[in-house]
Nanobody, 124 residues
């Protein structure tokens, strides 16, 4: 069992930066691939970024590539999402998720544990 708690969301102007954190409980965190997803009002949840169990492999949605960076610190049971050059269209609730597999995957149905989400609002 893994419990996930996101933090770091907030209100930021376009062009600004935020860093989201996802703290995980459980001794098996380091064996899970982790992902970040987001859901805007009236839209489906979409993939943002994912990282392998040791952090050697990452993947990103085209819409965030070059602006967002996913990383993890297994000693701290935490995964991060550094978001730079934020745009109003990045406004959404951001969720972290754990996949019972070592490799990242963009499909939300591949992830078995989810956090409650943190709101990110980007003003124009």
């Amino acid at each position: 069992q893994v419990q996930l708690v996101e933090s770091g969301g907030g209100l930021v102007q376009a062009g600004g930066s935020l860093r989201l954190s996802c703290a995980a409980s459980g001794r098996t965190f380091s064996s899970y691939a982790m992902g970040w997803f987001r859901q805007a009002p009236g839209k489906e949840r979409e993939f943002v970024a994912a990282i392998s169990w040791r952090g050697a492999s990452t993947s990103y949605a085209d819409s965030v590539k070059g602006r967002f960076t996913i990383s993890r610190d297994n000693a701290k049971n935490t995964v991060y999402l550094q978001m730079n050059s934020l745009k109003p269209e990045d406004t959404a609730v951001y969720y972290c998720a754990a996949r019972n597999n070592r490799l990242p995957n963009p499909r939300s149905d591949e992830y078995i544990y989810w956090g409650q989400g943190t709101q990110v609002t980007v003003s124009s």
